[in-house]
Nanobody
């Protein structure tokens, strides 16, 4: 399984950005896709996850500004981020869990300027 994340970049505070992740390889029907992020000097944290059926979960403080979605046909997950803040600056990683395995994408850098 390979994950390719894209969509990161430089955005001003208050702006929006959508990240995309495409999965390839042997993808099982039941899987969970997620986005994590790691800011400089901080631990990686779960931002949001979405199950195959569309159930979602968010890091509590982000629920009002971020939205995760997926397209099972295209094997893609998205993270739509709004009202971005400088503290959202991080490398964002796509993640997929199926059965007992876990896979990571290469990360995409999001930089929010004040």
């Amino acid at each position: 399984v390979q994950l390719q994340a894209s969509g990161g970049g430089l955005v001003q505070a208050g702006g929006s950005l959508t990240l995309s992740c495409i999965a390839s390889g042997r993808i099982f029907l039941l899987n969970v896709m997620a986005w994590y992020r790691q800011a400089p000097g901080k631990q990686r944290e779960l931002v949001a996850s979405v199950g195959y059926g569309g159930s979602t979960a968010y890091l509590g403080s982000l629920k009002d500004r971020f939205r995760i979605s997926r397209d099972n046909v295209k094997k893609m997950a998205y993270l739509h981020m709004t009202s971005l803040k400088p503290e959202d600056t991080a490398i964002y990683y796509c993640n997929l869990r199926q059965a007992s395995d876990e896979y990571w994408g290469q990360g995409t850098l999001v930089t929010v300027s004040s």
